[in-house]
């Protein structure tokens, strides 16, 4: 397996432009998660998906931010309008359990992050 | 709000030295994972602990859940400069699939 793929890797873009960012998660994952990462605040969630549906949208950030996973093999982070105070490296990860149960298979696979940039 | 702080932020070292890397909280979690990150790329997961005073080994790696399940450590021995990398603790609870990370320390291990 390709492992979680996002695309862009790299985005530039001036303030007010929307931004939409891409992650395909790994076949057969149930759970699908996008986190933020800066050097301030670190590794936060935003939001998690299962089975295609929004569980947990309590980090994402404001409205100008929305998550949409319309199939179980793309999702989408979009950002309108985008801020300076928006860069970050975004991650998408997947799992194929729950993290609480214990066991195998809760393993969350990250992908290798699209760095926006906000000017 | 649940926080995860870690200690040191930054470890530079010599290869062959050993150091311990600290992850505490005032919450009680179910579960602790540690990943390591390098530079454009995502984490990868090393280890999952779960039951409290549970230790755990992974080739020169140890790591340790406290018995109050709110702390762990992880322990390198001889690191080598294969070890460098953002190393991040991260705490689950029973209900949900939310992830709350620590800040990372960042590890330079020097030849």
């Known amino acids: 397996d390709a492992g979680v793929i996002q695309s862009p890797r790299h985005e530039v873009t001036e303030m007010g432009q929307e931004v939409t960012l891409r992650c395909k998660p790994i076949?057969?994952?149930?759970?699908l998660f996008w986190y933020r990462q800066t050097m301030m605040r670190g590794l936060e969630l935003l939001i998690y998906?299962?089975?295609?549906?929004?569980?947990?949208d309590s980090g994402m950030p404001e409205d100008r931010f929305s998550a949409k996973m319309p199939n179980a093999s793309f999702s989408t982070l979009k950002i309108q309008p985008s801020e300076p105070r928006d860069s970050a490296v975004y991650f998408c990860?997947?799992?194929?359990?729950?993290?609480?149960?214990?066991?195998?298979?809760?393993?969350?696979?990250f992908g290798p992050g699209t760095r926006l940039t906000v000017l | 709000t649940q926080l995860l702080e870690q200690s040191p932020q930054f470890l530079s070292i010599q290869e062959g030295e050993n150091l311990t890397v600290y992850c505490n909280s005032s919450?009680?979690?179910?579960?602790l994972q540690w990943y390591r990150q390098e530079p454009g790329e995502g984490p990868v997961l090393l280890v999952t602990?779960?039951?409290?005073?549970e230790v755990k080994k992974l080739k020169r790696l140890t790591f340790q859940f406290g018995d109050a399940r709110k702390d762990s450590s992880l322990h390198i021995t001889a690191a080598q400069p294969g070890d460098t990398g953002l190393y991040l603790c991260?705490?689950?609870?029973?209900?949900?699939?939310?992830?709350?990370f620590g800040e990372g320390t960042q590890l330079t291990v020097n030849p």
């Open positions: 919450s009680v979690f179910s579960s």
């Open positions: 076949s057969g994952h149930d759970y």
């Open positions: 991260a705490g689950g609870k029973t209900s949900g699939s939310r992830l709350t």
């Open positions: 602990v779960v039951t409290g005073g």
């Open positions: 990860a997947s799992s194929f359990r729950p993290l609480g149960l214990a066991g195998e298979g809760n393993e969350q696979f």
């Open positions: 998906f299962n089975n295609n549906v929004p569980i947990d």
